[in-house]
């Protein structure tokens, strides 16, 4: 039974492995530079004192027609230098705006009010949003603008993390298969999820879904605003698999960080559809089989566990081929005990206490 188990759960995660490659795999037109619209970037920090100054470092850099980019901070009641940080660094730069979280919009806290403040105050066509403890690409803003046709309201992009130990590489390769997953999904009109530190849309969406203050309040703001647009049933949402288009973050610094994030973004995915849960749970009985490996051991169930390993390493090669980050897959047999463990243990912990702790804030 252990085996017929393991081996049905295997088929289902081989699958739903090709279909997601296969929704990457999905290319779309761009505009020529010339034709980019007027884009607002918005950052909010709280407390970054210690990362914000690199994050604007990048954001100067950023490569867009003249007169067509402004780029908004947001102070989130810092109690640390951050605004200090901001003011001084854009002082003699005009594409460069402070504002401080001052006014409360309807029922939202936290982030997701920081960034409604700016985008009432935003100029651009298309809203771009990051997070002050990452950085981006110089081509990052002219690239996501650039897939915006007529019928597409938002794009997403990829988010890396920085790679220089075993516990920050298994890190960066959870990122980069959760985000090959959930654009796979998209790219079938299938949306599952999305990452806020790079992500961008058009603010008449924004607008027509009633902006975040029109939305039930999640610890995952994005997941929210993918589902209203995705809801309206009349725009695209793309994920193009673009290098172009990617953004830096840092990686957790210990476990106790590491399992408040994860925590967070399965607390936000419990408002996922029925195909979420179905992906998710076909994966966690896959990855329950291998801890229960030792228990049931028999040659045919040590075989369905090494092809779930070249599934794995398969799909994650191709990712990182298209991203030019081969060199990271050094750290995939660390990232699959980490992925085994917490794929199996994370529901436990959201059923057992829903709370997040979150830049200082409860939720």
Not at 5 to 26: D, E, H, P, R, S
Not at 224 to 231: C, K, S, T, Y
Not at 265 to 280: E, Q, S
Request: proline share 4%; aromatic share 16%.
């Amino acid at each position: 039974m252990f085996e017929l188990i393991f081996l049905i759960a295997m088929c289902g995660y081989f699958l739903q492995t090709v279909w997601f490659i296969l929704g990457l795999q999905k290319k779309y037109p761009n505009k020529f530079v010339e034709q980019l619209p007027n884009a607002t970037v918005i950052v909010a920090a709280r407390n970054e004192e210690n990362n914000v100054l690199p994050c604007m470092e990048a954001l100067n850099k950023l490569e867009y027609p003249d007169g067509k980019l402004e780029i908004i901070l947001v102070d989130d009641k810092s109690t640390d230098r951050t605004g200090e940080i901001i003011s001084s660094f854009i002082g003699d730069k005009p594409k460069f705006k402070k504002i401080i979280t001052k006014k409360e919009i309807g029922h939202l806290k936290g982030k997701t009010n920081a960034i409604a403040n700016a985008i009432e105050q935003a100029k651009g066509e298309i809203i771009l949003t990051t997070d002050a403890d990452c950085m981006v690409s110089p081509t990052w803003a002219k690239t996501l603008a650039s897939y915006f046709k007529e019928d597409v309201a938002m794009v997403n992009g990829f988010t890396i993390q920085n790679a220089g130990t075993q516990f920050a590489g298994m890190q960066h390769l959870d990122f980069v298969y959760l985000l090959s997953v959930a654009a796979g999904t998209i790219n079938f009109e299938k949306p599952l999820s999305c990452i806020g530190n790079n992500m961008s849309y058009r603010k008449s969406a924004y607008d027509e879904v009633g902006g975040y203050e029109n939305l039930p309040f999640s610890v995952t703001e994005d997941f929210n605003l993918l589902f209203a647009i995705h809801n309206l049933k009349k725009y695209k949402i793309i994920y193009p698999l673009d290098r172009n288009g990617l953004v830096t973050t840092l990686p957790c610094p210990d476990f106790s960080n590491l399992y408040r994030q994860k925590k967070r973004w399965a607390v936000g995915g419990l408002k996922a559809p029925f195909l979420g849960f179905f992906i998710m749970g076909n994966g966690w009985i896959a990855h329950l089989a291998i801890l229960l490996l030792p228990f049931f051991f028999t040659s045919a169930a040590l075989s369905l566990f090494f092809f779930k390993l070249i599934i794995d390493f398969l799909f994650l090669f191709f990712v990182l081929n298209e991203l030019k980050l081969i060199s990271t897959l050094k750290y995939f047999f660390i990232f699959e005990i980490y992925f085994i463990f917490y794929v199996v243990l994370l529901p436990f912990a959201v059923l057992l206490n829903r709370k997040v702790l979150w830049k200082g804030r409860e939720y």
